[in-house]
């Protein structure tokens, strides 16, 4: 995708219409590339690049696993990757490249034990939040590498350099991510998607992006969290009865990025189907709470 075909995507003006895919993976990539564009971006199955953005890296794969409310959370097992984007990629890391500054890579021992700290501290957040009898399960979404599973809300960090393509650049990400599956008494109920993204000097300002979603009932809304923080959050449903995907995006005063997506569907509210419940598990005020609290921050290094 080149950099007009990007720019309509995300709907200048006149306002422009893009497809619920779009909507939901916009957000993840836009937390990869630090909202460069806008917050909405696309997460695929797989690597996937697109120019002027980064590299999508959650893939598919069975997970076992389980935390029950209030119970421990899982024994880290963080990874960190740092393979090249592409085969054909540049070995060295350019300073700048299509606006934005590479980032650069957290060493192997701090970026295992963030993920470990990461790991409870949202573990434990989302077990206060949950009602009783909730348990949380390793989600298939975040298996990475490919064939490298995690347990539930067990965060692994992923590095991909900054390199430059005929068209633009790809990769530029550094980022601490997890997923986990919600049931109740035994029951799939829904998703939740964390992404936590360290300082860098390519952030932008948050903003609700323009134009339209098709196929779909979308709104968004901006506020200031108590200390100053900015807060985005969004609400996103398929229609026809597809799932419902409450989104929270957080810049915490330190500088670091998170975003929260929540969904009525056991696995990613991307690849659609029907919803496990009525709504999402968790509330946009819960997910609030939860990107605000103490321990979900990877501030200044």
């Not at 630090?34 to 199955?45: G, I, Q, Y």
């Not at 490919?146 to 809300?153: A, E, I, Y």
């Not at 960090?157 to 550094?174: D, I, R, T």
Request: hydrophobic share 35%; charged share 15%.
């Amino acid at each position: 995708m080149d950099r007009k075909m990007f720019d309509e995507a995300i709907g200048e003006v006149p306002p422009s219409t893009v497809d619920v895919d779009g909507v939901i993976a916009r957000g993840r990539r836009a937390a990869r590339i630090r909202r460069v564009a806008n917050p909405w971006v696309a997460t695929a199955a797989g690597v996937v690049a697109i120019a002027f953005g980064a590299v999508a890296v959650l893939l598919p794969g069975n997970q076992e696993g389980s935390v029950g409310a209030g119970g421990a959370p899982p024994a880290p097992m963080s990874t960190v990757d740092s393979s090249p984007v592409s085969s054909s990629a540049p070995t060295s890391t350019p300073v700048t490249c299509g606006g934005r500054t590479a980032v650069p890579q957290v060493p192997a021992a701090e970026a295992t034990a963030t993920s470990a700290r990461l790991t409870s501290a949202l573990t434990s957040s989302v077990q206060a939040a949950l009602p009783a009898g909730s348990q949380l399960t390793a989600n298939p979404t975040g298996e990475y590498p490919k064939g490298t599973p995690h347990g539930p809300l067990e965060f692994y960090y992923v590095f991909q350099p900054l390199v430059p393509l005929e068209n633009g650049c790809q990769g530029g990400v550094s980022e601490y991510s997890a997923w986990a599956t919600i049931s109740v008494s035994g029951v799939q109920k829904g998703n939740l998607m964390a992404l936590v993204t360290p300082p860098s000097g390519n952030s932008q300002p948050l903003a609700c992006p323009g134009g339209t979603v098709a196929d779909a009932q979308y709104s968004c809304n901006r506020q200031t969290g108590p200390n100053g923080e900015a807060i985005l959050t969004s609400t996103l449903t398929q229609n026809g009865g597809g799932p419902t995907l409450y989104r929270v995006e957080v810049d915490r005063l330190d500088g670091t990025s998170i975003l929260l997506d929540s969904a009525n569907v056991p696995g990613d509210a991307k690849q659609g189907g029907r919803p496990a419940s009525p709504v999402p598990s968790l509330t946009h005020q819960q997910l609030i709470t939860i990107a605000l609290g103490d321990g979900l921050t990877v501030g200044s290094r």
